[in-house]
């Protein structure tokens, strides 16, 4: 396979999901791949299938949390990013994530009730934090 050849790894990934349909690495790899080309559904289900296979892959608590926001979905987004926010390898960039999104919706006490819980100088950086949190 070559680099960058997108279609090849699909196949690819999809050969060894054939194989082994409980291999939760190749589910998660695909997963990433649709998210990486914009095909965000299908990143969710195969993202979802990971973690069905094996609910403490690394990073795919957090991946699916993106992916669902990227489909529109920021109900799931923010139940999955909750999730993430207490698992310590997806902890900070869950938190962050949390806070989006609860900006991105307007509430105000949600954004600051996790950035207060992040103890994340990055956070308290953003001015639109500042003045929640002072």
């Given at each position: 396979m070559a680099t960058g050849d997108t279609a090849g790894a699909e196949r690819e990934l999809g050969e060894i999901r054939a194989l082994d349909p409980a291999f939760a690495p190749a589910a998660y790899a695909l997963g990433v791949l649709y998210g990486n080309t914009g095909r965000w559904a299908e990143a969710v289900r195969s993202l979802r299938d990971c973690l069905d296979r094996d609910p403490t892959y690394p990073g795919a608590l957090y991946d699916l949390a993106l992916a669902a926001l990227e489909n529109g979905a920021s109900d799931e987004a923010s139940h999955v990013l909750e999730a993430a926010a207490y698992d310590p390898g997806t902890r900070t960039e869950a938190v962050r994530g949390l806070v989006a999104i609860h900006l991105r919706?307007?509430?105000?006490?949600?954004?600051?009730?996790?950035?207060?819980?992040?103890?994340?100088?990055?956070?308290?950086?953003?001015?639109?934090?500042?003045?929640?949190?002072?």
């Open positions: 919706r307007g509430d105000h006490a949600g954004a600051a009730r996790w950035a207060r819980q992040a103890n994340d100088p990055a956070l308290g950086a953003d001015p639109r934090l500042r003045t929640l949190l002072d």
